[in-house]
C-alpha cells in the first residue's frame, strides 16, 4: 500500500497545480455526496458555531469544505513528493519580516531572544506550514501528531513529514519532558491543539458559544518551558498557499490555564472567520460533551 501511495503520488505531483486543483474540485464534489456521515459532521459543526447563517449558506459552505480537503489532500503530491524548488514557488510568508526571521532561526539567534512556539490551528493547509518551516529553519522542529490506524500510511507520513531539516514527530504517549526539554532546548514546537481529543485532560472552554472539550496544551506547554507563542496560519490560495505569521500572543501564558485556552479559542474563531470553508469542520469538534448533555452529532 505504501509504495502503491508513493507511485500514485509522485505522478500526481507531475501536474500542473491548476489540473491537480481541478481534480480536487472534483473529488470534493463526489466525497461530499459519497460520505454523508461527514458531511453530517460538517453541517452540524457549522450550524452550531454559524447560527446565524441561512440553511443555503450551510449546505453551500459544506460543500466548498469537502472541495478545500480534496484539494489540499492532493496537494501533499507535490508537498510530499515534489521538489524543494517547486514546493518554494508554491509558498508565500505573510507577515512581520522578524517575526518570520525568528521562526527560522534557533532561540540563541532569533531577535526575540526566548524559546518559541508556534500555535498552528487546523486549516487545510497545516502540512505545508510544517513543511515550509522543516524546509527553512535553522535548528530543530518538533510536532505531536496522531498515529494513523493503517501501519503503512502512518510510515509513508511520518516519511513525507520528515523529508527536510532536523525534525521530531512526537505522539502524545512520549510525553510531556521530552517536548518541553526540547523547547528549552531551542527546538521550535509546532503544536495543533485545537481538536477534540477527547475528555482526558481536556478542559470545557466556548468555541463559538458552545462548551467544547480542549487540550490546553498551549498554555501548559508555554508555561513549562517559558516559550513565546506565535500563531501561525495557512491559507489556500490560486497559486499556492500562503503563510500568514501573527504577532505573539499577548500575556500569554497567565497563571490561568482555563483563561488562556479560552482565549486560544477567541483568537481562532476571529481566523476562522475570515475562511471558514478552509477549516477542519469534518471532524467531530463537540463529540465529548458535559456531563449529562446529549451528543449533538445523533448515534455514533
Not at 34 to 52: E, T, Y
Not at 195 to 213: K, R
Request: hydrophobic share 45%.
Amino acid at each position: 500500500m505504501r509504495r502503491l501511495l508513493i507511485f500514485t503520488m509522485t505522478l500526481l505531483s507531475m501536474l500542473p497545480l491548476g489540473v491537480l486543483r481541478g481534480l480536487g474540485s472534483f473529488a470534493g464534489a463526489v466525497l461530499y455526496r459519497w460520505v454523508p456521515k461527514r458531511a453530517h459532521i460538517a453541517r452540524v459543526n457549522l450550524k452550531l458555531c454559524f447560527a446565524h447563517w441561512s440553511e443555503a449558506q450551510i449546505e453551500e459552505a459544506v460543500q466548498a469544505v469537502f472541495v478545500f480537503f480534496a484539494k489540499a489532500w492532493l496537494d501533499r503530491a507535490w508537498l510530499w513528493q515534489g521538489g524543494a524548488q517547486t514546493i518554494q514557488s508554491r509558498i508565500k510568508w505573510v507577515g512581520d519580516s522578524d517575526l518570520i526571521a525568528a521562526l527560522l532561526n534557533n532561540s540563541e539567534s532569533n531577535h526575540l531572544g526566548e524559546p518559541l512556539m508556534v500555535f498552528a490551528p487546523h486549516f487545510v493547509g497545516l502540512d505545508v506550514g510544517w513543511t515550509a518551516l522543516s524546509m527553512q529553519r535553522q535548528g530543530a522542529l518538533s510536532t505531536i501528531y496522531t498515529p494513523q490506524s493503517s501501519k503503512a500510511a502512518d510510515q509513508w507520513m511520518r516519511e513525507s513529514r520528515s523529508r527536510f531539516g532536523e525534525v521530531h514527530l512526537f505522539t502524545r504517549e512520549d510525553g510531556v519532558k521530552r517536548i518541553v526539554s526540547g523547547i528549552k532546548r531551542g527546538e521550535l514546537l509546532y503544536l495543533l491543539p485545537d481538536m477534540n481529543f477527547g475528555p482526558e485532560e481536556s478542559i470545557f472552554v466556548p468555541f463559538f458559544g458552545v462548551l467544547a472539550a480542549t487540550v490546553p496544551s498551549l498554555s501548559r506547554f508555554a508555561k513549562l518551558s517559558g516559550s513565546k507563542v506565535i500563531p501561525m496560519t495557512t491559507q489556500m490560495t490560486h497559486d499556492g498557499y500562503e503563510i500568514q505569521v501573527h504577532a505573539p500572543l499577548k500575556d500569554f501564558p497567565s497563571e490561568d490555564f482555563a483563561a488562556d485556552t479560552a482565549r486560544m479559542n477567541q483568537w481562532l474563531e476571529q481566523e476562522i472567520q475570515k475562511m471558514p470553508d478552509q477549516y477542519f469542520w469534518l471532524h467531530k469538534r463537540f463529540k465529548t460533551r458535559p456531563e449529562g448533555r446529549a451528543s449533538l452529532y445523533g448515534k455514533d
